[in-house]
C-alpha cells in the first residue's frame, strides 16, 4: 500500500523554526516528484515547495521567500521541509504529496499524506 506520513509539525514561536518530515512507504520516492502544501483556516490548500526526480525545486509562492527549504533522502525514502523565519501566517496543516517524476499543479499528484499541523503563536 502506497503511503505517505508527514511527522514534524507542532507549535512554533514567531521565528522559530521546525523541519517536517515525509516518509514514503510501498514506494520508492526516487522516482516522484514531492510537492509540500499548505492548508490555512479557511484558506484554499495553496502549494509550498516542489522538488522533482532530477533535483529541480519549484517555488509554488513567493510567500516563503527563501525561508523554507525542501531536501530528499533516498536512502531514508524520506523528503523533508526545513522551514525558517517562521511567522503567523505560516499557521496551517502542511502536506507532502507525490506524483512521478516532476512537479506540477495541486490537482495532478497522486498520493497525499495526513497533514501535519504547523501553529506559529507566541
Known amino acids: 500500500q502506497l503511503q505517505l506520513v508527514e511527522s514534524g509539525g507542532g507549535l512554533v514561536q514567531p521565528g522559530g523554526s521546525l523541519r517536517l518530515s515525509c516518509a514514503a512507504s510501498?514506494?520508492?520516492?526516487?522516482?516522484?516528484?514531492i510537492g509540500w502544501f499548505r492548508q490555512a483556516p479557511g484558506k484554499e490548500r495553496e502549494g509550498v515547495l516542489c522538488?522533482?526526480?532530477?533535483?529541480?525545486?519549484?517555488k509554488y509562492a513567493d510567500s516563503e521567500k527563501g525561508r523554507f527549504t525542501i531536501s530528499r533522502d533516498n536512502a531514508k525514502n524520506t523528503i523533508y521541509l526545513q522551514m525558517n523565519s517562521l511567522k503567523s501566517e505560516d499557521t496551517a496543516v502542511y502536506y507532502c504529496?507525490?506524483?512521478?517524476?516532476?512537479?506540477?499543479?495541486?490537482?495532478?499528484?497522486?498520493?497525499w499524506g495526513q497533514g501535519t499541523q504547523v501553529t506559529v503563536s507566541s
Open positions: 504529496a507525490a506524483r512521478h517524476y516532476y512537479c506540477s499543479g495541486l490537482s495532478d499528484y497522486d498520493y
Open positions: 522538488l522533482d526526480v532530477s533535483g529541480g525545486i519549484i
Open positions: 510501498g514506494f520508492t520516492l526516487r522516482s516522484y516528484a
